[in-house]
């Protein structure tokens, strides 16, 4: 059993893509560029805003891309709220894990600004003991700092901390750090491209994360009344 959950925000707890496509779009618009489908934005999102709007508008000076990405900064805390929700089931996997006296915490290539409004907006009851966004001077996963801060702050040690993840980026940081992943098939990264960076272990449905973690245990959301 693990004693300390790591969760990915975008695509693992949260479907935040309409809300992303809504404010890159209008920065895209902005500067006069074309816009993208929600499909191909889906493909953009995992490294960071920053990454979003290079792989939204290749070539592309860099001058450019930052005022595409500024406009975006700026139009992003209009366009979450309406654009997000909390994918179902997460938030009884939350509470049973939570009831199990787990640690949970969040790690997230978003802006650590947005991360911790969106996880107070999504998660009133505050079942996150620490939440992580990308910060300046702090290097974003894969790069395991992250997790080695969560790791240090909490007090956790890596053979009880996993990372649940909807992307190879998730994978890839959790083996840096030398802890497990889960990585999670309802997000923003293709199946065999999950498969392909081998995470410890797969859930395709949210409950699932529960049969995972905790194999001994049953939840009480899911027994019979
Ligand atoms: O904002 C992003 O690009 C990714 O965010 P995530 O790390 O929560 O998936």
């Not at 939440?131 to 974003?140: M, N, T």
């Amino acid at each position: 059993m693990y004693s300390h959950i790591i969760f990915d925000l975008d695509g693992t707890l949260i479907e935040s893509l309409p809300g992303i496509a809504a404010a890159l779009n209008t920065a895209l618009a902005a500067s006069k560029l074309p816009t993208h489908s929600i499909e191909d934005v889906r493909t953009f999102i995992g490294d960071g805003s920053l990454t979003l709007c290079e792989r939204a508008a290749p070539d592309q000076s860099s001058e450019t891309i930052h005022v595409i990405h500024e406009t975006f900064l700026a139009e992003y805390p209009k366009a979450w709220k309406s654009g997000t929700t909390v994918f179902a089931g997460i938030h009884e996997v939350i509470s049973e894990l939570k009831g199990m006296g787990c640690t949970l915490s969040i790690l997230s290539n978003k802006v650590h600004e947005f991360t911790t409004e969106m996880a107070d907006y999504f998660f009133p009851e505050k079942p996150f003991d620490l939440v992580l966004g990308q910060r300046e001077g702090i290097a974003k996963k894969p790069d395991p700092s992250g997790i080695h801060e969560l790791l240090g702050e909490l007090d956790k040690s890596s053979s009880n901390s996993i990372l649940v993840g909807d992307s190879t980026i998730d994978v890839i940081t959790a083996r840096n750090a030398g802890i497990k992943s889960l990585a999670v098939t309802w997000g923003y990264h293709d199946k065999s491209a999950l498969k392909a960076v081998s995470p410890t272990l797969t859930a395709h449905k949210v409950p699932q994360i529960l049969e995972l973690l905790t194999p001994t245990q049953v939840p009480s959301f899911r027994q019979p009344a």
